[in-house]
Structure formats: structure tokens, C-alpha cells
């Protein structure tokens, strides 16, 4: 009886927050991606013209976001992204995100190719550059329906039983559909300036891929629209801080967010960033993180303001990011820019 009473209770916490979300989802009317709060690190995601916008010839990236953890067990989205800068004014990339909802057995997987021109370039030592991008890849979503209860498995004296068959029928556990992506970017990379600002624009999902598991099987992913911008300030040599600023937009869901990180050169091996983000009637995000020659590690966490995080006892979210850049052992001044992100 213990161990019905420990699943029904868990179920209740799993169906409460789906309804929660579901109620959200209904107000919304539309489909939300799903984000990070470090999107910075993740350029696929964000704007494919941020293909290769860092100082070096590679990078590999990864990060993880993990949520809904005192409720459930936690809905983990991990992402893994390469990049390779050309001498042929193109940056090349690849990435794979993959989400996994808890005990529900539900997955979101999306794989992209990216490639970023660069060769539009002006001003001193063609510091102003404005690069444009495109992706293309698949998004996979899947459910085991082993992991999954249903109503006709429950008994009203004895509970849930898991070795009663269901007489429930699933037509689709599985979807594959194509996927297409284009942005563009401008910034400003020349060094030793007081302020260095840059902004981009992209769209997400342009092929409007079939959702397969909706109601009807034949409704389309919604545009995502993305904006973002930022100024990187120098206060002195050794500090300087960047505000910036992130809009989304996909059918009638919005997400608005603003923030600033501050950056210290502590030796000349070490940096360390201390900054936080604001997403609108959702989150504070405080953000902490360093870097040691050409390794980046940074920890971010949400503290959850909105309704929604009352309703499921306040249940935040925790990210960490790991990027790695491989540099020539000789730099040159043409590449030792000021990057458009962290």
C-alpha cells in the first residue's frame, strides 16, 4: 500500500504540473522551444550568423539546464555545438540538443548543420562586420509509452497497478520533421575601443515543419523570432561590463529578457564574470563563471517569480557550460576582436 500510496502521490505532482503547463500553454496558444538562460553559449539555438563569432580557429561547447527537480524528476536539456572558422570568409558548425521530460519518457531531439559568411567587412582593419547564417537539420520528438500511465490501470481499492494492460491506443510514439533556420548579425570587434556594440536578428522553423502529435497531425511549428543586442563596455583595462537584451517570439508567446555581466581580468591567463538576467514574468537568472587560457566554465540558476513557480512550490532551474576554443599558438591582431557574446 506504501508503494501505491509513494506512485499515486507522484503522479498527482506530475499531472498537476502538466496541467500547469497546459493551462499556460492554452493562454499562449502557441508552441515555445525550449530555451536556456545561458544562450549565449549556444549559437545554434540563438542565430546561426554567431557560427564561429569567437577569437580562435575552433570551439567546442556544451551545456546542460536541468528544471522541475523538487517536483518531479528533473526535465534535463543538454546541448553539444562545434564550430570551425575558415580562411574562406565561412564559419562552419554542427550541434545536437537533445530534452528528456522527467519520468514521462518524452523526448525533444533537434540536429543542426550551420554556416556563417563573414565577408561582408568595413571600417578600421574591417572591424565592423555584418555576417549572415543559415541552419538546417531535423527535430525528433518521441515518448516511451512504457514510462506512461493510464487511467484504466488504476484500481479503486488496491491503486495503481503496473501489470494491468492498457487499453489505450497510441497511433504515433514518434515524428521526424525537417527544419530550417536564417539570421544575421552585426558587431562591432575592433579592439581597445570604450564601447562595442552588436545586434542580431533570426527566424527559426521558416519550413514550418508538421507538428505530428498535435490534435489533428497537420499543425505547423510557428515561426520563432528572435532579436538580441548588446553593448560591451570598457571601464578600464582590466573591467568592463555588457548589457544586453533578448526578445523571442513564437505565435502569440513572447519572452523578454534583460541583463548585464561584468568581466574582470584577474591575471592574464584568468578572467572572471559575475552578472545576472531578468526574463519577464518568469525568472532572475544570476550568472557565475571564469576562464582559465581557452576553457570557459560558467554556472547560472533561475529563481522562479512568476505565478507558475508558486503553483509547483517554487521549483528552479540550474545551467552549467563548458566551452573549450583552440587558438594558433601566434595571434595576429586580425583576429584578436571583441567578440558579440561571452
Known amino acids: 500500500m506504501k508503494q501505491n500510496f509513494n506512485v499515486m502521490r507522484k503522479s498527482l505532482k506530475i499531472s498537476m504540473l502538466l496541467l500547469v503547463i497546459g493551462l499556460t500553454s492554452v493562454q499562449s496558444n502557441a508552441q515555445v522551444d525550449p530555451h536556456f538562460s545561458q544562450y549565449y553559449v549556444y549559437p545554434s539555438w540563438l542565430n546561426p550568423a554567431l557560427t564561429g563569432a569567437f577569437d580562435g580557429q575552433y570551439r567546442v561547447s556544451g551545456i546542460y539546464r536541468s528544471q522541475w527537480g523538487n517536483i518531479i524528476s528533473p526535465f534535463s536539456t543538454f546541448g553539444v555545438s562545434g564550430e570551425i572558422n575558415t580562411d574562406k570568409n565561412l564559419n562552419i558548425g554542427a550541434s545536437i540538443m537533445k530534452q528528456q521530460a522527467g519520468d514521462g519518457g518524452y523526448g525533444y531531439t533537434t540536429a543542426y548543420g550551420s554556416v556563417a559568411y563573414t565577408g561582408v567587412k568595413w571600417g578600421a582593419n574591417q572591424s565592423q562586420r555584418l555576417v549572415f547564417g543559415m541552419q538546417a537539420g531535423i527535430i525528433q520528438r518521441r515518448f516511451d509509452r512504457n514510462k506512461l500511465t493510464f487511467g484504466d490501470q488504476w484500481n479503486p481499492i488496491f491503486g495503481y497497478n503496473p501489470g494491468t494492460p492498457s487499453a489505450e491506443v497510441l497511433s504515433r510514439t514518434a515524428a521526424t ?142 545551467e552549467i557550460s563548458l566551452s573549450f576554443i583552440g587558438r594558433k599558438s601566434t595571434k595576429t591582431p586580425e583576429v584578436e576582436f571583441v567578440c558579440p557574446r561571452l
Do not use: C
Open 177 to 318: 520533421a525537417f527544419d530550417i533556420g536564417a539570421g544575421v548579425m552585426y558587431f562591432d570587434a575592433q579592439p581597445g575601443k570604450k564601447a562595442n556594440f552588436f545586434a542580431g536578428f533570426s527566424a527559426s522553423h521558416l519550413t514550418k515543419p508538421e507538428d505530428k502529435f498535435s490534435a489533428t497531425g497537420s499543425e505547423k511549428f510557428p515561426v520563432r523570432i528572435t532579436g538580441h543586442a548588446g553593448i560591451r563596455i570598457a571601464i578600464s583595462d582590466m573591467f568592463s561590463i555588457t548589457p544586453n537584451f533578448l526578445y523571442l517570439s513564437q505565435g502569440t508567446a513572447t519572452e523578454k529578457m534583460i541583463g548585464a555581466y561584468g568581466k574582470y581580468k584577474a591575471t592574464d591567463e584568468v578572467d572572471i564574470m559575475l552578472g545576472v538576467n531578468y526574463r519577464f514574468e518568469d525568472a532572475v537568472s544570476p550568472f557565475f563563471g571564469f576562464t582559465y587560457k581557452n576553457m570557459m566554465l560558467g554556472a547560472s540558476y533561475d529563481i522562479n517569480s512568476s505565478d507558475l513557480g508558486k503553483l509547483v512550490n517554487g521549483s528552479n532551474s540550474f
